[in-house]
T-cell receptor
Framework: GAGVSQSPSNKVTEKGKDVELRCDPI?????LYWYRQRLGQGLEFLIY????????KSGLPSDRFSAERTGESVSTLTIQRTQQEDSAVYLC?????????????FGPGTRLTVT | GQSLEQPSEVTAVEGAIVQINCTYQ??????LSWYQQHDGGAPTFLSY????GLEETGRFSSFLSRSDSYGYLLLQELQMKDSASYFC???????????FGAGTRLFVKA
């Protein structure tokens, strides 16, 4: 079946503009994760959804970041008033369940460049 | 705080065995996972340890010792295609967070 998809694959935006990143998880996966990966670095946890509920938003870097999820499907990550330090690859992953051996399936990511 | 430490780089010869270590300062997690990421690609799941001991999946094995706050990934019969970054991660932190290490870049030489 289809894997996790993300769009756009690349986004170049000017500082101060808002951007919206989209993630389509694997059908039936209740858990969805957003991560940020700066060049040559590890994955930074941003937010987790169980269904359409996000029990902990403390990983979001600032109040310019927000995310939502519709049911157990599409999720969007919105960054308002983008800054150059927001430049990174934003990865989405989904999992059939939380905790345990929650093998996460990653999408190809959105490479965001803020000029 | 919660953190995982991995070596930044490891170099090994094709056909050899290599061990990538991961030490952590995290409590209350479900298990330790390992992911592989090729340049420009997405991370892919390799293995998971919920309990102490060794888990084997083909050429890859992973080990966890909660008492030592330590785990490792063992790659056997190295192939050139194994050249990639390898990340350890603890899952279920606080119930649902996954915390990743900074990654170990593995170079496999002929």
């Amino acid at each position: 079946g289809a894997g996790v998809s993300q769009s756009p694959s690349n986004k170049v935006t000017e500082k101060g503009k808002d951007v919206e990143l989209r993630c389509d998880p694997i059908s039936g996966h209740t858990a969805l994760y957003w991560y940020r990966q700066r060049l040559g670095q590890g994955l930074e946890f941003l937010i987790y959804f169980q269904g359409n509920s996000a029990p902990d938003k403390s990983g979001l870097p600032s109040d310019r970041f927000s995310a939502e999820r519709t049911g157990e499907s599409v999720s969007t990550l919105t960054i308002q008033r983008t800054q150059q330090e927001d430049s990174a690859v934003y990865l989405c992953a989904s999992s059939i369940r939380t905790g345990g051996a929650n093998e996460q399936y990653f999408g190809p990511g959105t490479r965001l460049t803020v000029t | 705080g919660q953190s995982l430490e991995q070596p930044s780089e490891v170099t090994a010869v094709e056909g050899a065995i290599v061990q990538i270590n991961c030490t952590y300062q995290t409590s209350g997690f479900y298990g330790l996972s390992w992911y592989q990421q090729h340049d420009g690609g997405a991370p892919t799941f390799l293995s998971y340890n919920a309990l102490d001991g060794l888990e084997e999946t083909g050429r890859f094995s992973s080990f966890l010792s909660r008492s030592d706050s330590y785990g490792y990934l063992l790659l056997q019969e190295l192939q050139m295609k194994d050249s990639a970054s390898y990340f350890c991660a603890v899952s279920g932190v606080g119930g649902f967070k996954t915390i990743f290490g900074a990654g170990t870049r593995l170079f496999v030489k002929a």
